[in-house]
């Protein structure tokens, strides 16, 4: 299995809910990641798990609560979103150590916040 | 703080020309540089790395550290390389694991 599996692929949710993005990879990669993507524009980077442990926050805010329950999945808490919220939630992993070879993107899950 | 900058946000060419997408990075140390693609509805996609010195899809890339580029190439475009191309920067020690993605391109390949 060489996929990063995110679901849903839509959501739409509103400002008083609370939602889960999924991500799922068996390929044995420690380091997992989640960025936002807009319209147009470049992936963001949020957070960056690496053995299981959140390594990188970028300064997100706390209505985003990621999870890492173990070496396969991750999770992406959502609650108290704004409409501005609304992007494309990409989930991504990689082998970690030695040199860096980038990154098996998911096809990501296309949040909509009403 | 590293940077990656991809000058066109368009690009046209028309199918069997050359094409060059440019990239150009700062930062001080030995970066990892890798183009990303993105076709319409598609996942985004790792098309080649500078470490692997690889040519994917007949583009191939080279890394100039004295111009700080890193400008993609393909010597005959075809139809089916329209697609957004986005250029990225990882800086490695603490910041292993984290791309900095340029604004991207978006290619478009006339028949």
């Known amino acids: 299995d060489t996929e990063v599996t995110q679901t849903p692929k839509h959501l739409v949710m509103g400002m008083t809910n609370k939602k889960s993005l999924k991500c799922e990879q068996h390929?044995?990669?420690?380091?997992m990641y989640w960025y936002k993507q807009k319209a147009k524009k470049p992936p963001e980077l949020m957070f960056v798990y690496s053995y299981e442990k959140l390594s990188i926050n970028e300064s997100v805010p706390s209505r985003f609560s990621p999870e890492c329950p173990n070496s396969s999945l991750l999770n992406l808490h959502l609650h108290a979103l704004q409409p501005e919220d609304s992007a494309l939630y990409l989930c991504?992993?990689?082998?970690?150590?030695?040199?860096?070879?980038?990154?098996?993107f998911g096809s990501g899950t296309r949040l909509t916040v009403v | 703080a590293q940077r990656v900058t991809q000058p066109e946000k368009l690009l046209s060419v028309f199918k069997g020309a050359p094409v060059e997408l440019k990239c150009n990075y700062s930062?001080?140390?030995?970066?990892?540089l890798f183009w990303y693609v993105q076709y319409s509805r598609q996942r985004l996609q790792l098309l080649l790395r500078h470490i692997s010195r690889e040519s994917i899809k007949g583009f191939t890339a080279d890394l100039n550290k004295g111009e700080t580029s890193f400008h993609l190439k393909k010597p005959f475009a075809q139809e089916e390389d329209s697609a957004m191309y986005y250029c990225?920067?990882?800086?490695?020690?603490?910041?292993?694991?984290?791309?900095?993605f340029g604004q991207g391109t978006i290619l478009t390949v006339h028949p």
């Open positions: 990225a920067l990882n800086a490695g020690g603490t910041s292993y694991g984290k791309l900095t």
């Open positions: 390929m044995g990669h420690r380091a």
């Open positions: 991504a992993s990689s082998p970690v150590g030695g040199n860096f070879f980038g990154y098996t």
């Open positions: 930062y001080s140390g030995s970066p990892e």
